[in-house]
């Protein structure tokens, strides 16, 4: 059994044929796990039935809490809203497109009283080849960027110590979010530890963050993050 509570935040934008399935298995494996735990779920403005079903889920547990954005703020955003609403000692970050299976936080837990954050490294990447190519192209942009040697910045599962987390302050609302973590983590003298996780393919829906679209825009958030740990500024944290 996990020795603290943990709040287990989970980002979602138009995932109507995988929500419910997410939370239903995390609800299955984590009481097993963990006595005190809450699961967080954010609608990022979602244009499906997302919003609908988390809607009729949420009377289902009390552990359930459901955030909504009224419009897509992107995916830096709706983890920093899941880290607003939560109140655990530990805070998991998991997708929802069940490319992850929550399980595998027993491969992080036995580091997460060694370390300020303990980072999921997709073992074998089970993507289309593009997205396996965009995502060793973004590795390496942040290898020569930031001095990150992190295997897999992007991935969507991390485990971290909230007290720690409170000494971040983040700005990305955008894909960025997770190399803004990792970089200021660095930056803070951090202790982080990497750990292999499964990664399965997607099965329903539509990939929606790392893509040819976006990459300007990644681009220019990189530059403001670079610019931003340059000059040192700040902002007001999100956790209490």
């Known amino acids: 059994m996990f020795t603290g509570s943990l709040s287990v ?8 044929e995988n929500i419910a399935d997410v939370i239903k298995s995390v609800l299955d494996k984590i009481p097993s796990l963990v006595s005190d735990f809450e699961i967080i779920v954010v609608d990022d403005g979602s244009k499906d039935r997302t919003f609908e079903i988390l809607n ?8 359930i809490k459901i955030v909504r954005h009224l419009s897509n703020k992107g995916y830096g955003a709706s983890l920093k809203s899941g880290l607003e609403n939560s109140i655990k000692d530990y805070v998991l970050m998991m997708d929802t497109d069940r490319q992850f299976d929550i399980s ?4 992080l ?14 073992i074998k990447r089970q993507d289309p080849f593009y997205r396996c190519i965009l995502g060793n192209i ?13 295997k897999d910045i992007d991935c969507g599962f991390k485990l971290f110590n909230r007290e720690f987390l409170k000494t971040l302050v983040l ?29 399965y393919p997607r099965l329903y829906g539509r990939q929606k ?20 740990l340059l000059s040192g500024k700040k902002i007001k944290s999100q956790l209490k």
Not at 9 to 16: K, P
Not at 112 to 121: H, K
């Open 9 to 16: 935040i989970l980002s979602s934008y138009n995932e109507e």
């Open 56 to 63: 009729g889920l949420k009377g289902s547990d009390s552990n």
């Open 104 to 107: 595998d936080i027993t491969r």
């Open 109 to 122: 837990i036995p580091y997460c009283l060694l370390y300020d954050m303990v980072i999921g490294f997709r």
């Open 138 to 150: 973004f590795n390496f942009l942040m290898k020569i960027t930031f001095a990150i040697g992190t």
């Open 171 to 199: 700005n990305s609302d955008g894909f960025i979010i997770n190399a803004e973590i990792v970089a200021l983590a660095q930056k803070n003298g951090a202790k982080i530890k990497e750990v292999g996780v499964t990664h």
């Open 209 to 228: 963050v790392l893509n040819f679209k976006t990459l300007s825009a990644i681009a220019s958030d990189l530059l403001a993050l670079k610019w931003r």
